[in-house]
């Protein structure tokens, strides 16, 4: 006998609480061969799926579903379907099956970030040359050395962003994977900031006070203009000083690979699709 599913309108209840939406539908399943009674639950996809949306609540989404009554020996069963959404009613910005999806509170902010650099900063802030240092013995020009490279603590804004939501698995793996990583797509999406390596991961940390049935979880990314890149200078090898200032030139871009005349643009992180974490 083939299962065949009936919502029961009369049942279906829907209410707002002072945390949010709170809904639970009800089905009607028979067909269901004994003893296999609930076995179909792990096996097909209805009456819904966990982290399904609700289809006429927005932003609730399915958090729990299981047996509500067995009829007779069991050919028909009362399905229970219980729906929240962020704020209350069972898992608040639950992100569903594996972790994934669901709204994120957003955060947005700025920090000043000191960092050692062999290049200065012009007066609009945006990165100059690299720094060549000469040196004349004595004051000697006919004997001087080759300028060497040298190297400035600058202080540097960088914008941040951070995502909080609850989650239903733990943070561990994502926190190994994407933790100080840089964004390989265009991300955040429907932003102008979001050139590929201008965006790194710098924690995914989370918590749980409900024994591990949920986990707060905060993602927080850095912003830098200039790419998370650095150039390297050579350096010859056997003076330790770099060639002379008429003979370097800069990369003509800052991504890696870019090549100047003794300068390089070397990669320093990895690249992450963080498209994948669902938080926007």
Same mark, same amino acid.
């Given at each position: 006998?083939?299962?065949?599913?009936?919502?029961?309108?009369?049942?279906?209840?829907?209410?707002?609480?002072?945390?949010?939406?709170?809904?639970?539908?009800?089905?009607?399943?028979?067909?269901?061969?004994?003893?296999? @009674?609930?076995?179909? $639950? /792990?096996?097909?996809?209805?009456? /819904?799926?966990?982290?399904?949306?609700?289809?006429?609540?927005?932003?609730?989404?399915?958090?729990? %579903?299981?047996?509500?009554?067995?009829? =007779?020996?069991?050919?028909?069963?009362?399905?229970?379907?219980?729906?929240?959404?962020?704020?209350?009613? =069972?898992?608040?910005?639950?992100?569903?099956?594996?972790?994934?999806?669901? /709204?994120?509170? $957003?955060?947005?902010?700025?920090?000043?970030?000191?960092?050692?650099?062999? @290049?200065? &900063?012009?007066?609009?802030?945006? $990165?100059?040359?690299?720094? $060549?240092?000469?040196?004349?013995?004595?004051?000697?020009?006919?004997?001087?050395?080759?300028?060497?490279?040298?190297?400035?603590?600058?202080?540097?804004? %960088?914008?941040? &962003?951070?995502?909080?939501?609850?989650?239903?698995?733990?943070?561990?793996?994502?926190?190994?994977?994407?933790?100080?990583?840089?964004?390989?797509?265009?991300?955040?999406?429907?932003?102008?900031?979001?050139?590929?390596?201008?965006?790194?991961?710098?924690?995914?940390?989370?918590?749980?006070?409900?024994? =591990?049935?949920?986990?707060?979880?905060?993602?927080?990314?850095?912003?830098?203009?200039?790419? *998370? *890149?650095?150039?390297?200078?050579?350096?010859?090898?056997?003076?330790?000083?770099?060639?002379? /200032? %008429?003979?370097?030139?800069?990369?003509?871009?800052?991504?890696?690979?870019?090549?100047?005349?003794?300068?390089?643009?070397?990669?320093?992180?990895?690249?992450?699709?963080?498209?994948?974490? @669902?938080?926007?």
């Amino acid at each position: 006998m083939a299962i065949t599913v009936k919502k029961i309108v009369e049942a279906t209840t829907a209410a707002e609480t002072e945390n949010g939406w709170v809904a639970s539908d009800f089905y009607l399943v028979s067909g269901i061969a004994a003893p296999d @009674k609930c076995s179909y $639950l /792990a096996t097909i996809n209805v009456p /819904a799926a966990i982290g399904q949306p609700h289809n006429f609540i927005p932003g609730t989404n399915c958090i729990s %579903r299981g047996v509500h009554e067995i009829h =007779g020996t069991g050919e028909k069963v009362t399905v229970r379907v219980d729906y929240g959404r962020p704020g209350g009613g =069972g898992t608040p910005n639950d992100a569903g099956p594996g972790g994934v999806g669901g /709204a994120a509170v $957003l955060q947005t902010g700025s920090q000043v970030e000191s960092v050692t650099s062999n @290049k200065f &900063i012009n007066e609009d802030g945006t $990165l100059g040359g690299i720094i $060549l240092v000469d040196f004349k013995p004595d004051g000697n020009t006919a004997s001087h050395h080759s300028p060497g490279v040298g190297e400035v603590t600058v202080a540097r804004p %960088r914008g941040t &962003i951070s995502y909080t939501r609850k989650e239903s698995s733990r943070p561990l793996d994502k926190a190994i994977k994407f933790t100080g990583f840089t964004n390989s797509k265009p991300w955040p999406p429907n932003t102008f900031h979001n050139d590929p390596e201008k965006w790194m991961c710098t924690g995914i940390e989370g918590g749980t006070d409900d024994g =591990g049935e949920t986990y707060t979880v905060t993602y927080e990314f850095m912003f830098k203009e200039e790419g *998370h *890149h650095q150039t390297v200078v050579f350096v010859d090898p056997v003076t330790g000083w770099t060639p002379t /200032a %008429r003979e370097v030139t800069d990369p003509p871009n800052n991504k890696p690979g870019a090549a100047g005349n003794g300068t390089l643009v070397v990669r320093v992180a990895g690249k992450r699709d963080f498209n994948e974490l @669902k938080l926007t």
